[in-house]
């Protein structure tokens, strides 16, 4: 089984401050891991993600994200937040073994405050 | 729009009808999978194809939800005897093979409201 845990529903920074939406995640094999961001009334977009290689990606719109095989975890963060930052946002896990069903977590709306 | 689109964007329909959902995806997708999402949680998988073959179904899937993508392009989402449960966001996302694990471009989502 696989599982995904954002443990917080919602995060508050202000604008030009960093910020970080934390994941943690349970998988059997390699994880493949992403984060989605989802805009209100706009589907679900494409963030970044790690595959293997390099503990810290880079993705879409300045954001990062660092693996941490022995904390199991991979946080999305970001140096300097912008109000139009402001939406939701979904960490996802897939087992490397299977190409087919990823787990999302339960989100985590992200306002940042001018 | 080359995205991948879904129709109906909403339905709204009464207990114990059926309701049928389509989804467009990206033309040289060949990975077809669709999700349910309610307020407050994330989406949760339903079934996933690759090209017209069926290879996992979750075991939210019950046997009143049928899925096919008849010719490998697009993909039918089956609800019979809708229960208010059903109420909820469906999405379809795809995705290419090659290239090893990619990400899913996801469509707008069709809402169901069962009254």
């Known amino acids: 089984a696989q599982s995904v845990a954002q443990p917080e529903d919602q995060v508050n920074v202000a604008e030009g401050n960093p910020l970080t939406v934390k994941c943690t995640y349970s998988v059997s094999g390699n994880p493949y891991l992403f984060w989605y961001v989802q805009y209100p009334n706009r589907g679900l977009q494409f963030l970044l993600k790690y595959i293997t290689g390099d503990n810290l990606v880079k993705g879409s719109y300045g954001f990062e994200a660092e693996f941490n095989k022995s904390q199991t975890s991979f946080h999305l963060k970001k140096p300097s937040a912008l109000v139009s930052d402001s939406a939701l946002y979904f960490c996802a896990v897939r087992d490397g073994g299977n190409a087919g069903k990823s787990t999302f977590g339960d989100g985590t709306t992200l306002t940042v405050k001018p | 729009d080359t995205g991948v689109s879904q129709d109906p964007r909403h339905k709204i329909t009464k207990r114990g009808q059926n309701v049928t959902f389509r989804c467009d995806p990206i033309?040289?997708?060949?990975?077809l999978y669709w999700y349910r999402q309610t307020l407050g949680q994330g989406p949760e998988f339903l079934t996933y194809?690759?090209?017209?073959?069926?290879?996992?179904k979750s075991r939210l899937l019950s046997d009143r939800f049928s899925a096919e993508r008849p010719k490998g392009s697009f993909s039918t989402l089956e609800i019979q005897r809708t229960e208010q449960g059903d109420s909820a966001m469906y999405l379809c996302a795809s995705s290419p093979r090659a290239g090893g694990p990619n990400e899913q471009f996801f469509g707008p989502g069709t809402r169901l409201t069962v009254l």
């Open positions: 194809f690759q090209n017209e073959a069926q290879l996992e």
């Open positions: 033309s040289e997708h060949n990975r």
